[in-house]
């Protein structure tokens, strides 16, 4: 499940920028919990989107290196790497403005070797990032 939860939050930065051409120069630790999966898989993208949001990073790298449950919770631990956002270089694509559970889905695929896990989520987006309305919040103040 850790590797889906990494792939989620690589595919929620590929919807708003070119995660190729972001080059890792800061790293930020990420904790959170949930009382099931999908509220963990909310609050990590939730976690994630507001490192955009608030500290303008654009992320390029993920990794969940644990998901362990506990008797009330779920409980995240992972990493994430990326660098300030700079609008030409990293392509702004689309501006997410929120995660959603709607159509939310976390599977389960028995396999041979391993179990193999699939997340299904949505984003509420906003606009083209790149238009002068599609700008990051403090972009839009200048």
């Not at 590929?14 to 190729?20: A, K, Q, S, V």
């Not at 099931?36 to 993920?62: P, S, W």
């Amino acid at each position: 499940m850790e590797e889906a939860f990494s792939q989620a939050g690589l595919a929620l930065f590929e919807i708003m920028l070119d995660t190729r051409n972001v080059h890792p120069k800061t790293n930020e630790e990420i904790q959170t919990s949930g009382h099931d999966e999908k509220e963990l898989l909310y609050n990590y993208l939730e976690e994630l989107l507001l490192l955009f949001e608030i500290k303008q990073l654009a992320l390029g790298d993920f990794t969940v290196s644990s998901i362990t449950p506990t008797q009330d919770e779920i409980r995240l631990k992972g990493k994430t790497s990326g660098e300030p956002y700079d609008r030409a270089r990293h392509n702004g694509k689309v501006e997410v403005k929120g995660i959603t559970y709607h159509l939310m889905e976390i599977e389960k695929h028995p396999a041979k070797a391993r179990d193999v896990f699939s997340a299904i989520f949505m984003v509420r987006p906003a606009m083209l990032i790149g238009s002068r309305s599609g700008c990051t919040p403090s972009e839009e103040k200048q």
